[in-house]
């Protein structure tokens, strides 16, 4: 739902509603044990519920000038939109998660969700070679129209988003800080284009990360993993360590349904586990672009 139509007090009058639950998801966030798990387990307690009917009017009535004050900051240079479960426009398909976000923020063109596509994942520290992989990958997915979706990390998700923007292609990053916060840093550009022209989304709430340490943030990069997954048709890891937060992303994939490819250079290297790992758990391994287009198109 779109909260910058008309003037800032002429849209809490109009969209009272899913504004007050945004300030309630907030206001469940700032609670001190509060995690995606046990918001999970509140709501499939009690289907049909809304984040309003779990906290009192005052708490809302507390909280509701700063959350406004962050909404509504013309700084981020593009708009702060939510999607909440049960309603028409929520995507279906995160109910596939292991424990499904209640509310999304995001900026840009919600149609993407709607579209076929597929995340490309991996290292924040790629090798040369890896990243012509993804940039061929990347430009042989576009032509066949799928939407790219991954990260805005830098490495293989930075490569990701540019060579499908520069392929005239359609991205969507799902991010793993609030909306008025740039991780990196370098992409903050990035993050701006996209918001603006294609689709940028976030399950992180703003007043907790804005109160919360750096270590405890940490824990947010790992939960959009699972929502990034959970939105795509596929996913395929262009470069992982035995360590890297991408094989989050490949267990969410499998435990979902999801299709999850590897890329045969992974199998090459003698140092990783991992790669052998997931195909006995059903990944797809994969020599050439022939056996993604075969197993999705």
């Known amino acids: 739902m779109d909260l910058f139509k008309e003037d800032n007090d002429q849209i809490l009058k109009n969209y009272i509603t899913p504004f007050k639950e945004i300030v309630a998801y907030e206001v469940l966030w700032s ?18 519920k809304r984040p309003s009917d779990f906290v009192s009017l005052n708490e ?16 981020i240079e593009y ?8 309603t028409l426009d929520y995507p279906t398909k995160l109910k596939d998660a292991k424990e499904p976000v209640e509310v999304l ?13 597929i995340a490309i994942v991996g290292t924040r520290n790629p090798s040369t070679e890896g990243l012509k992989r993804t940039t061929k990958l990347v430009q042989l997915l576009v032509k066949d129209n799928f939407t790219i979706v991954s990260g805005l990390a830098k490495g293989i998700d930075t490569q990701a988003h540019k060579t499908a923007i520069n392929m ?9 800080t609030p909306l008025n916060k740039f991780y990196p840093k370098p992409n903050e550009e990035l993050q701006k284009y996209i918001a603006k022209n294609h689709l940028l989304i976030s ?5 907790r990360h804005m109160k919360q340490s750096i270590n405890g943030n940490r824990l947010f990069f790992p939960e959009r993993n699972k929502t990034m997954s959970a939105l795509t048709e596929a996913t395929v890891i262009i470069e992982a360590g035995e360590t890297s937060g ?30 052998k790992r997931f195909l006995d758990k059903g990944a797809i391994r994969v020599k050439d672009y022939n056996d993604i287009k075969n197993a999705l198109l």
């Open 60 to 75: 809302i009535k507390e909280y509701e000038s700063i959350i406004k004050e962050i909404i509504f900051n013309k700084e």
């Open 31 to 48: 609670k001190k044990n509060t995690s995606f798990k046990t918001l999970s387990n509140l709501f499939l307690k009690n289907p049909g």
């Open 203 to 207: 399950q992180v709430p703003f007043f």
């Open 246 to 275: 991408t094989l989050i992303q490949a267990r969410a994939a499998l435990h979902q349904g999801r299709k999850l490819f590897i890329l045969e250079s992974c199998f090459h290297n003698k140092n990783l586990t991992w790669p």
């Open 79 to 86: 708009h702060t939109n939510l999607l909440i479960n049960s």
């Open 168 to 176: 005239k292609g359609k991205t969507i990053a799902v991010i793993g």
């Open 105 to 117: 923020y995001y900026s840009g063109d919600l149609d993407y969700l709607h579209n076929k596509s």
